[in-house]
């Protein structure tokens, strides 16, 4: 079956630093997406991305925060200076028409801040 | 905002037991989703309803959607340890971007 992949599963990093979260989504698939959870909370939307532009935005999703499709493949989230607050589980999510039919959540990438 | 109450926020029951859980919202979702999600994984479809009134079943699993497109609940019937997880309501309405509940956290006891 299909699968979005997310690297790293884990990453560390200091306060201040800059990281990149990569995706790779299911690869017929036209719409992608950041959702985080904080440990013991629930899903949050971030950002949706489709035709190379975002189509919609949470007010999470500030000026530290910006996403790329950089090739045909791959799809990241910047986040340019991390606060402790962004520790949290970041799921790549990927789907075919923008509705709920075959929107498939990646495994995530745990964010520690330190 | 748009926001799920889903309720109860956790429950411990017996294998074999029949479950529960429910969301309710002030606002009215075209389409709600039921997710399970295992410790460190990404949450994982269970049903999707999108017709008012809709009762929908996978195997053990059965879910509603509210005629008023504001609740819905889900049942899990003879639990098994497997079941162990946490379930999440969702709700898709006018946009791309899911809007999910707190979850519910269940324990199943052998």
């Known amino acids: 079956e299909p699968e979005v992949t997310q690297t790293p599963s884990h990453q560390v990093t200091q306060m201040g630093q800059e990281v990149i979260l990569r995706c790779v989504p299911i690869s017929n698939h036209l719409y992608f997406y950041w959702y985080r959870q904080i440990l013991g909370q629930k899903v949050e939307f971030l950002v949706s991305?489709?035709?190379?532009?975002?189509?919609?935005k949470s007010e999470i999703f500030d000026d530290q925060f910006s996403v790329e499709r950089p090739d045909g493949s791959n799809f990241t989230l910047k986040i340019r200076s991390t606060k402790l607050e962004d520790s949290a589980m970041y799921f790549c999510?990927?789907?075919?028409?923008?509705?709920?039919?075959?929107?498939?959540f990646g495994s995530g990438t745990r964010l520690t801040v330190v | 905002g748009q926001q799920l109450n889903q309720s109860p926020q956790s429950m411990f029951i017996q294998e074999g037991e029949d479950v529960s859980m429910n969301c309710t919202s002030s606002s009215i979702f075209n389409t709600w989703l039921w997710y399970k999600q295992d410790p460190g994984e990404g949450p994982v479809l269970l049903i999707a309803?999108?017709?008012?009134?809709e009762l929908t079943s996978n195997g053990r699993l059965t879910a509603q959607f509210g005629i008023t497109r504001k609740d819905s609940f889900l049942n899990i019937s003879a639990s098994i340890p497997s079941d162990v997880g946490i379930y999440f309501c969702?709700?898709?309405?006018?946009?791309?971007?899911?809007?999910f509940g707190k979850g519910t956290k269940l324990t199943v006891n052998p």
């Open positions: 999510a990927s789907s075919v028409t923008g509705e709920w039919y075959g929107y498939t």
């Open positions: 969702a709700g898709q309405g006018g946009s791309e971007k899911l809007v």
């Open positions: 991305f489709y035709n190379n532009e975002i189509s919609e």
């Open positions: 309803l999108y017709k008012a009134g």
